[in-house]
Each structure stands twice: as C-alpha cells, then as structure tokens.
C-alpha cells in the first residue's frame, strides 16, 4: 500500500489543531524557553486569528522554531513548518514532525513541498517558510537572498503572504556551532510581524514575472525588520 504522508507531504491535519505531538512539545520546551529569553514580541495582531497564511522569517539559528513557534501558539494558532525530509525519517523526531503536521520538502524534489503547503495552507493552516533556505551564512547574521517558495505559495493560494523578524536566538544557540549559552541574565529574544507584503497587484501577471516581483517585495521588506532588529540589539 502507498504511503499517503508521503504521498501528500504533510499529514491531513486541520489547521489549527495541536494534539498530542503539540501538548508534548510545550511541557518539554516551554520551561527550557521560559529560562533562557526574555520575550519581546511585536505587532503580534497582524497574525490572522483563522484560515490559511504563509509566513516566511528569516533564520538566525538552529532554535529559531522553537522561539517562533511559541509565539505563534501563544496567539492561538499553530504553526506548521516546512522542513527537510530527513526529519521526518528520523527514529528520534521523526514521529513529532509527522504528528504535528508539519511539511516535509524533498530538496530533490522541490515541487513536491510547494504542493504539500499549498494543500496545508488550503486547509487553513499557518505555514512557516524560511524563504533564505538554510540558518544565514552572514558573518553578521542578516538577510541573505531569498528563494521563491513563500511568494510561490502565497500566490498559489491567495493566502497573505506575513513576514517575521527575529533576532537574538543566535545569541543563546549561535548558528553552526553545536551549543548553547546560557547566564545568569535572561536574553532578549525578539519576533516583529509585519503587514501581508502585497501580492494582488501580481495575480494577473505573468507567474514567472510575479514570482520574481514578489520575491524582490518580501526581501526588500524583510530585510528591512531584520536590520532594525539587528540595530537595536546592537544599541
């Protein structure tokens, strides 16, 4: 017999529904999370409180699920992140993943995760996209060129396309080395929402035309969040 979740990607969750994976999730991280930052979240209204929404965020570390995830479900809703296949395949967190209904992407196969968040997105669910592909490779940890798989969903559905900067999990997971830094002070971790980057100017575009437009939109306004946050941690 096929396997359907991996036929489809993602498991047929709707899209806001947490179940046990979820429950886990917050009795093991959030204490972790509660020692370790101090939360500074803004414009967290500009999240929609129902139906389907891309959501692309820059990506500092290795931890930054965990500290977005947070506050999303803080807002009521639940996050589903695009992740690598190997995740799901995982003995160790593999069951998570799918339980939680994440989207699993085959980078072999980069259209098959499109279809997987436009199906998730068309149920109603959050998607979380980190449209720089990878944690940054920045030396100084800013926005690097992004790929095409957020505006590409958005467009797809006609869901609002949300940008999200954050900046300061670096500085207790810093990318690419493996640890963690913990002290006796609490650091400041902070995740701005923005406005829906606009897109419906675009629909009757060409698509290869709209992608590209779109693309330039959302990194020209996440990076410029991305910059004010950097900025003001550096202050």
Known sequence: MRDSRR??????V????????????????????LLGRRADWRRTE???GSGGAVLAANHVSQADPLFLGEMILAQGRTPRFMAKASLFHSRAVGWWFRSAGHVEVDRSDGRSGIRAA???VERGALVVVYPEGSITKRPD?????????????????????IPVAQWGVQAIV???????????????VTLLVGDPVPLEDLRELPRATAVTVGVQRLQDTLAAMVDQLADEHAR
Request: with cysteine.
């Open 174 to 188: 810093p990318a690419y080395e493996g640890r963690v830094v913990l002290g006796c002070r609490r650091r400041r």
């Open 7 to 12: 036929s489809a990607g993602v498991r047929r």
């Open 118 to 120: 436009v199906k998730a």
């Open 46 to 48: 500009r999240l929609p």
């Open 141 to 161: 940890g800013r926005l690097m060129s992004l790929r095409s798989g957020a505006v590409r969903i958005a467009l797809e559905t006609s869901a609002p396309l």
């Open 14 to 33: 709707p899209g806001d529904a947490r179940g046990p994976a979820w429950w886990l999730a917050l009795l093991v991280c959030k204490p972790l999370l």
